[in-house]
C-alpha cells in the first residue's frame, strides 16, 4: 500500500479561498516532500519538512507535519485559478531511502 | 538554462519493440531516477542511480532496463518484456549522495515522456 495517501482526492474551490489537503502515512519517516504538476507536466517541488520541523512556511503555502498521527497538510491561502493541479507528497523514510508518493489530490480552483 | 530534459515529449511503438526513453541533466547532480504514472495515480519508481555506473532497482523494474554512463545521463529502455508499457514516464535528478542519502534533497523532475505502446 502506499505509503503517502492524499485527502480528499479532489477538491473544488473559488478563487481567493484557502485549500487545505492531507497527508497521512504509516511508517516512520524522515522527511516530506510536496510537490504539485499541472497537468501533462513534471513536478515542480514545493517544501519538505523534516521529521524533526512542525509547520513550514513558502509564500502562500504553509505545511505542517504531526509525527504522532502521522500526518501532514498543506494548506494554499488564497487560492489563485493557476494554482490549478495536482499535489502529491511523497515521504522519505529513512537516510538512505527513497522518496514514496501518495496519489495526489487534484485541486480545481474556478476564476 | 539549467534543468533536465527527457525526449521525445510523445513516443508510439508497436507491441514486441523495445524503446528507448532519453533523460539529460545540467544540475551537476549525482541521483537520477525514473518514475512511470498511471492515470489518476501516483509516480512508482522504477529505477535509480546514485553515482556513475551504478544503479539500483525500485519497486516496479520488471520489464525495464537503465545504464548510467555518464553524469548527465540516465536513459531508460522499456522492453517488450514489460505487459503494460502505456504510461506517462518521468525522469527525476537530486543532490543526494551516499553519504546524506537518495532524497535528503528535493528532486528536479523532467517534463515527461508519454508512451503508447499499441
Known amino acids: 500500500s502506499q505509503q503517502g495517501e492524499e485527502d480528499p482526492q479532489a477538491l473544488s474551490i473559488q478563487e481567493g479561498e484557502n485549500a487545505t489537503m492531507n497527508c497521512s502515512y504509516k511508517t516512520s519517516i524522515n522527511n516530506l516532500q510536496w510537490y504539485r504538476q499541472n497537468s501533462g507536466r513534471g513536478l515542480v517541488h514545493l517544501i519538505l519538512i523534516r521529521s524533526n520541523e512542525r509547520e513550514k512556511h513558502s509564500g502562500r503555502l504553509r505545511v505542517t507535519l504531526d509525527t504522532s498521527k502521522k500526518s501532514s497538510s498543506l494548506l494554499i491561502t488564497a487560492s489563485r485559478a493557476a494554482d490549478t493541479a495536482s499535489y502529491f507528497c511523497a515521504t522519505k523514510r529513512t537516510s538512505y531511502g527513497k522518496l514514496t508518493f501518495g496519489q495526489g489530490t487534484i485541486l480545481t480552483v474556478h476564476p | 538554462d539549467g534543468g533536465i530534459t527527457q525526449s521525445p515529449k510523445y513516443l508510439f511503438r508497436k507491441e514486441g519493440q523495445n524503446v528507448t526513453l532519453s533523460c539529460e541533466q545540467n544540475?551537476?547532480?549525482?541521483?537520477m531516477y525514473w518514475y512511470r504514472q498511471d492515470p489518476g495515480q501516483g509516480l512508482r519508481l522504477i529505477y535509480y542511480?546514485?553515482?556513475?555506473?551504478?544503479?539500483q532497482k525500485g519497486d516496479i523494474a520488471e520489464g525495464y532496463s537503465v545504464s548510467r554512463e555518464k553524469k548527465e545521463s540516465f536513459p531508460l529502455t522499456v522492453t517488450s518484456a514489460q505487459k503494460n508499457p502505456t504510461a506517462f514516464y518521468l525522469c527525476a535528478s537530486s543532490i543526494g549522495n551516499r553519504g546524506q542519502g537518495l532524497s535528503s534533497y528535493e528532486q528536479y523532475f523532467g517534463p515527461g515522456t508519454r508512451l503508447t505502446v499499441t
Open positions: 544540475l551537476n547532480h549525482d541521483a
Open positions: 542511480s546514485q553515482i556513475v555506473n551504478d544503479f
